[in-house]
């Protein structure tokens, strides 16, 4: 098992940034993807960016440019950087891990991802 503890999120202004954080502990590896995936209320969760094992990275388009995902070497902790907020990115957030098909990392499917923390709200205002 694999827990993940997201950082506090936060409420900025639109054009401002936050930095998302979660932290992996338990039977963590070098060996799955991870990523971030974002739900408002009422839609589906989606996938926002993901790092796979050999780092490479990739990014849904509507945030493509925007932000930046990370990793520690050690894959116990990942960030997401979030530059020029826009109000649409309002969502709660979360950190998912251990996907281990190269196609359900790629296509950023929830379902590829068994390890999920417990959200963390962020709140961008115009």
């Known amino acids: 098992q694999v827990q993940l503890m997201e950082s506090e999120g936060g409420s900025v202004q639109a054009r401002g940034s936050l930095r998302l954080s979660c932290v992996a502990s338990g039977a963590t590896s070098s060996s799955y993807c991870m990523g971030w995936f974002r739900q408002v209320p009422g839609k589906g969760r989606e996938g926002v960016a993901i790092i796979d094992s050999d780092g490479s990275t990739r990014y849904a388009e509507a945030v493509k440019g925007r932000f930046t995902i990370s990793q520690d070497s050690a894959r116990n902790a990942l960030w997401l950087q979030m530059n020029s907020l826009k109000p649409e990115d309002t969502a709660m957030y979360y950190c998912?891990?251990?996907?281990?098909?190269?196609?359900?990392?790629?296509?950023?499917?929830?379902?590829?991802?068994?390890?999920w923390g417990q959200g963390t709200q962020v709140t961008v205002s115009s």
């Open positions: 998912a891990a251990g996907a281990r098909v190269w196609s359900g990392c790629y296509n950023m499917d929830k379902r590829a991802f068994p390890y």
